[in-house]
């Protein structure tokens, strides 16, 4: 069974960054889709940003211009830079990873991510 560890959270002002990072321990593959999701108490978990299956990226409306993924094959890592922070991004970011030919989806333990002056 995959495991995911995610790392970088924390509290921030708003305008300011942070980069999440997300570690497998074991060898991801190119089809699966890795990223990243967050939720605030009393909400649904959102996916923020994720590699897609084919190898693009996907980033919800919310973020774009904002955050960026990116991923390190070799170290089956998987990064979110998040910029330019707002209040509204307060949340707890859960690591994402989709074995799509499994059909299985893991999920890391969260990180939390406060944004506030």
């Known amino acids: 069974q995959v495991q995911l560890v995610e790392s970088g959270g924390g509290l921030v002002q708003p305008g300011g960054s942070l980069n999440l990072s997300c570690a497998a321990s074991e060898r991801i593959s190119s089809r699966d889709m890795m990223g990243w999701s967050r939720q605030v108490p009393g909400k649904q978990r959102e996916l923020v940003a994720t590699f897609t299956s084919g190898g693009s990226t996907y980033l919800a409306d919310s973020v774009k211009g904002r955050f960026t993924i990116s991923r390190d094959a070799a170290k089956n890592t998987v990064d979110l830079q998040m910029n330019v922070l707002k209040p509204e991004d307060t949340a707890v970011y859960y690591c994402?990873?989709?074995?799509?030919?499994?059909?299985?989806?893991?999920w890391g333990q969260g990180t939390q991510v406060t944004v506030s002056s």
């Open positions: 994402r990873l989709v074995n799509t030919y499994e059909g299985v989806v893991y």
